[in-house]
Nanobody
């Protein structure tokens, strides 16, 4: 399973970005798709996830601002980020879980700054 994340960039506070993760390879059996983020010197944290049944989960700090979605073949997972704050600045990673194994994409940098 290969993951390719894109969509990061520089945005002003209050702005929006949409991250995209393209998933290829053996996608049958993917159960969970998610986005994580990491700030230098801190642990990577789960931002949002979506199960095969479509159940979504978000950390409190992004509820109401971020939205995770995916397509039905599970070849794409998206993170729509609205009302961005300076504290959302991080490297964002996508991850999928397939048959109890985790697969990660490379990070994409999101910088929120005026």
């Amino acid at each position: 399973v290969q993951l390719q994340a894109s969509g990061g960039g520089l945005v002003q506070p209050g702005g929006s970005l949409r991250l995209t993760c393209a998933v290829s390879g053996s996608i049958f059996g993917i159960s969970i798709m998610g986005w994580y983020r990491q700030v230098s010197g801190k642990e990577r944290e789960l931002v949002a996830s979506i199960t095969s049944a479509g159940r979504q989960n978000y950390i409190d700090s992004v509820k109401g601002r971020f939205s995770i979605s995916r397509n039905n073949p599970k070849t794409m997972v998206y993170l729509q980020m609205n009302s961005l704050k300076v504290e959302d600045t991080a490297v964002y990673y996508c991850k999928v879980v397939r048959t109890h194994r985790e697969y990660w994409g490379q990070g994409t940098l999101v910088t929120v700054s005026s």
